[in-house]
Nanobody, 117 residues
Framework: QVQLVESGGGLVQPGGSLRLSCVASGIIFNMYVMGWYRQAPGKERELVALINRSGRTNYADSVKGRFTISRDNAKNTVFLQMNGLKPEDTAVYSC???????????WGQGDQVTVSS
C-alpha cells in the first residue's frame, strides 16, 4: 500500500520559515519524481516545486529564491524549505510522487500552512 505522509505545516508570521517533509512508503522512492503542490481556498491546485530522479529541480515563479525542494532517497523523504513566507503562501500543501504523469501518481493527504500576523 502506497502512503505519502506530510508534516511540518502550521501557523507562521510573514517573513518566517517552515520546513515541510513528506515520507513515502510502498514505492521504490528513487524511481519517482517528487513534487509539492498547494491549493488555497477558492483556487485551483498549483505546482510549487518538483525534483526529479537525478535531483534536478523546478519551481513556480512565485516561490523562486524563497523555497527549496530536496530529497533524501535513503529516508524516502522529500522536503520543502520555505523561507520569507508571505500571506499569499497560505494553502494546503500536498506532495505527489509519479513516474510518468502527475495524474497517474500518488498524493499525500495535505498539510495546512498559514502565514498570518
Amino acid at each position: 500500500q502506497v502512503q505519502l505522509v506530510e508534516s511540518g505545516g502550521g501557523l507562521v508570521q510573514p517573513g518566517g520559515s517552515l520546513r515541510l517533509s513528506c515520507v513515502a512508503s510502498g514505492i521504490i522512492f528513487n524511481m519517482y519524481v517528487m513534487g509539492w503542490y498547494r491549493q488555497a481556498p477558492g483556487k485551483e491546485r498549483e505546482l510549487v516545486a518538483l525534483i526529479n530522479r537525478s535531483g534536478r529541480t523546478n519551481y513556480a515563479d512565485s516561490v523562486k529564491g524563497r523555497f527549496t525542494i530536496s530529497r533524501d532517497n535513503a529516508k524516502n523523504t522529500v522536503f520543502l524549505q520555505m523561507n520569507g513566507l508571505k500571506p499569499e503562501d497560505t494553502a494546503v500543501y500536498s506532495c505527489n510522487a509519479y513516474i510518468r504523469t502527475v495524474t497517474d501518481g500518488y498524493w499525500g493527504q495535505g498539510d495546512q500552512v498559514t502565514v498570518s500576523s
